[in-house]
């Protein structure tokens, strides 16, 4: 494809994504292919000849799209979100058009320093502390395997246990299971009934068994803002346990961090600047940056490199060797690294931090709006904590899975369900960068009518 022939086909893509987002309502939000229906629309064997880019739009529309869940439709609600705005999307067009990899410095300069110069603004817009040195991820799934590679590196292997709570992702567990620690190696914490954090209490008898077992207490995993419900663990508690039983504290913010651009959520930070080894969020959730993209952020760096790092004869060159630069690539499981910050920092100019601001306090008005309708309504009962944007929910007659079934097969919204206890709620996740009132208040008239 020649330059002139890209700025033809270019445009109509670009078109062709205006026009999608600008009547993304018009499709249902759940897709409603059966599994199969893309596979048997596709030929089995690859073209001989190149085809038109004419016929890879028109099939894109007549076979993909189909098939697609639209996680940018207002009325998705399901999992937290997955925020792409139009200056992210712009941001990752100029990323995959330089096709910069950026493994080291020498490799792209640019890459390296914009990245180390945008995470640190995105650390004072969240007001992080100023000794925080970050690098982009792909998700917060690596931040916390690179989290424990550290802890790992920093406390050893032998005896070495890490704790988690039932409401902690399952990507920390999924962390041990890959550093190869054995099952027995996760402790698993009490969470408070009515909250659900962390008990520190709990957390405290576990680490003292062990350290009398002649165990080593490794990692602690803190969470502000689980999947289930959003709820936050008291970070300063389980942080002054850390510091004396010489654990690493990471803190795993990677729905909930970025409401700290807002004054009125600084406290979810209590207690990082003290105690947390690491810290993480994700952008791309709620912060109007195209996925792929997690910050995670370091007190002291070292131990991760020294368990990352690999020093191959063909990765060696002057800038590295001088000192004076980082390279991400000893930040991260992989070599290879693409220039995500482009699209951060692209939205972050685009926004501003009003914009970004204003981003979160809607959602977090239309959560608080849709919650306050749930709990006049006596046919539903609503879940006490919801801080954010996500509102856990119930009727209390029938079955809310068949609700949720019923709901999301009318290709007018899309929700999921969580338990707690051994009661299943429904989870109004509000987020969507096209969200608005009137499509939570249509959700909330569809939810009454079953």
């Not at 893309?38 to 030929?43: E, I």
């Not at 705005?85 to 910069?100: A, H, R, T």
Request: net charge negative; aromatic share 8%; proline share 6%.
């Amino acid at each position: 494809m020649t330059p002139e022939e890209f700025r033809e086909y270019g445009k109509q893509a670009v078109d062709w994504i205006a026009d999608y987002l600008a009547n993304i309502e018009k499709y249902p939000v759940l897709s409603q292919v059966s599994p199969g229906d893309v596979t048997r629309a596709l030929p089995d064997t690859p073209p001989e000849q190149g085809e038109p880019f004419a016929d890879v739009l028109a099939d894109l529309e007549r076979v993909i799209l189909p098939g697609v869940t639209h996680w940018q439709h207002p009325a998705f609600f399901a999992y937290f979100p997955s925020n792409a705005s139009g200056p992210g999307i712009l941001g990752d067009l100029l990323s995959s058009g330089l096709g910069v990899q950026g493994m080291l410095w020498a490799t792209s300069p640019a890459c390296t320093e914009l990245e180390t110069v945008v995470v640190g603004w995105l650390a004072r817009l969240l007001g992080l502390p100023g000794g925080f040195q970050g690098v982009i991820q792909d998700s917060a799934s690596s931040a916390g395997l690179i989290a424990l590679l550290a802890a790992l590196q920093r406390a050893g292997r032998d005896g070495a246990r890490v704790y988690l709570t039932s409401e902690t992702h399952s990507s920390l567990a999924k962390a041990a299971r890959i550093a190869g620690l054995g099952a027995e190696a996760v402790r698993m914490v009490a969470v408070d009934r009515d909250t659900l954090a962390m008990n520190p209490a709990d957390l405290e008898r576990l680490m003292a068994e062990d350290v009398a077992a002649g165990l080593t207490p490794a990692l602690v995993c803190a969470t502000v803002g689980t999947t289930s419900t959003t709820a936050v663990d008291p970070v300063p508690a389980i942080g002054r346990l850390c510091r004396r039983h010489g654990a690493w504290l990471h803190v795993d913010a990677a729905y909930a961090g970025v409401a700290a651009v807002c004054p009125e959520f600084a406290w979810i930070n209590d207690g990082v600047a003290e105690y947390a080894d690491s810290y993480c969020t994700n952008p791309h959730k709620w912060l109007l940056t195209n996925f792929d993209c997690d910050v995670l952020w370091l007190a002291d760096t070292a131990p991760m490199i020294e368990a990352l790092s690999i020093q191959p004869e063909y990765l060696r060159n002057r800038a590295s060797g001088s000192g004076a630069v980082i390279d991400y690539r000893d930040w991260q499981v992989p070599l290879g690294r693409r220039f995500r910050a482009l699209k951060l920092w692209t939205v972050i100019r685009w926004y501003g931090r009003q914009g970004l601001q204003a981003h979160i306090r809607n959602h977090v008005d239309l959560a608080q709006r849709f919650a306050a309708w749930v709990a006049q309504d006596p046919a539903f009962e609503v879940h006490d904590a919801h801080p954010f944007g996500l509102v856990c929910f119930r009727p209390r007659q029938g079955d809310p899975l068949e609700l949720m079934e019923r709901l999301n097969a009318s290709g007018a919204l899309y929700l999921t369900h969580t338990k707690i206890g051994d009661r299943v709620w429904l989870r109004m996740a509000i987020g969507g960068t096209y969200t608005e009132l009137r499509h939570v208040r249509a959700a909330w008239e569809r939810i009454r009518a079953g």
